[in-house]
């Protein structure tokens, strides 16, 4: 297939064109630039000796958009662009309204026009809010005290899908709930390049561990888990971007809703401790109090994308910890190395 990635050059789209292009499907994508870079995409072709159509372009252009529909005529859209920090999105939430909102209404107004109605789309944990119960099945509630303007517009453009759906039989639209993606590419050629301070807890324990920084901070160790710090829920990325394939390959009418994790909880200590493992020395950390809105525990249960796509993670923690360490050790400075 033809397929358009939106997205493409960032952490987790990089590692989305590698699987896409090992299946064989021809692969566009468009990416503004803005929290990624281009040497990305020349490592993907390294990896899978094939090469990606690129298009420099903001979805929110919708004309320019229109002209990549024109020449590239995809089959299929894959949608991760967007941003994606949390606290920078509590403190801009405008801006992150703007652009991950109105980059998803000016793309399905493409897709519209062009007649492409097959759209996975880049969803997220964070629209479950505080959970009731877990692990998270799909059925739980969504929208209930999520805690961030990320995560509503999240939470929002899945509602936008939805109604879309409804009123147009012909989409096919599947919703895939990331949980935390971690690790890199196996050959260390591609991985998570944060620009500025990282926002997640891996490549920040990545940079502590190559001397790029000094010590990692732990927000909380009181809370009611195993050793008092958060737990989450972390997926290779590789195992996140074969969720990717197989949801493709099980398009069917209207809307389906996936989690995509590992049913299993990490806690930040833990994390720490696998990736010195990796490493091959401690690493300095300090308990800090808790941050406002963080969750004691967040975990999935991954049980309906097993039975109906045929997908379940196959990489471990470890194996997650020495690609990520593979990746940093060798590109001390990300793509700008």
Not at 5 to 23: D, F, K, Q, R
Not at 267 to 286: D, M, N, Q, W
Not at 317 to 334: F, I
Request: proline letters at 5%; aromatic letters at 8%; charged letters at 20%.
């Amino acid at each position: 297939m033809r397929i358009l990635l939106t997205g493409g050059a960032g952490y987790i789209g990089s590692h989305i064109a590698v699987e896409l292009l090992n299946a064989d499907h021809d692969v566009g994508i468009v990416d503004d630039l803005s929290n990624s870079s281009p040497i990305a995409l020349q490592k993907v072709s390294s990896i899978t000796g094939k090469s990606t159509d690129f298009f420099e372009l903001d979805c929110r252009d919708t004309p320019g958009l229109t002209g990549v529909f024109r020449s590239f005529q995809p089959e299929a859209v894959i949608h991760l662009a967007g941003l994606k920090a949390v606290g920078e999105s509590v403190e801009d939430p405008l801006r992150y309204y703007d652009t991950n909102i109105n980059a998803t209404l000016s793309l399905v107004h493409v897709m519209e026009q062009a007649g492409v109605t097959q759209l996975i789309f880049s969803s997220s944990a964070t629209v479950y809010g505080d959970p009731e119960f877990l692990p998270l099945t799909e059925q739980a509630r969504t929208g209930i005290g999520i805690s961030n303007p990320y995560g509503w517009t999240k939470f929002m453009i899945e509602q936008i899908l939805i109604d879309l759906a409804t009123s147009q039989p012909s989409w096919k639209i599947a919703l895939l709930r990331y949980f935390n993606p971690v690790g890199a590419h196996e050959s260390g050629l591609i991985g998570e390049d944060p620009q500025g301070i990282p926002n997640n807890l891996m490549p920040f324990v990545a940079q502590v561990a190559a001397g790029r920084r000094d010590i990692i901070e732990v927000f909380g160790d009181d809370y009611d888990t195993n050793d008092g710090t958060g737990v989450r829920d972390y997926i290779h990325v590789m195992d996140l971007a074969s969720g990717h394939l197989a949801a493709l390959e099980n398009l069917t009418p209207g809307v389906s809703t996936y989690n995509l994790g590992t049913g299993q909880g990490t806690s930040v200590l833990e994390i720490i401790h696998a990736f010195e493992l990796a490493c091959g020395h401690p690493l300095a950390y300090k308990i800090s109090p808790r941050r406002l809105g963080d969750l004691p525990s967040t975990y999935c249960n991954a049980d309906k994308a097993r039975r109906e796509l045929g997908w379940s993670p196959t990489r471990s923690l470890t194996q997650a910890c020495h690609d990520s360490w593979l990746w940093q050790s060798t590109n001390p400075e990300g793509y700008s190395t």
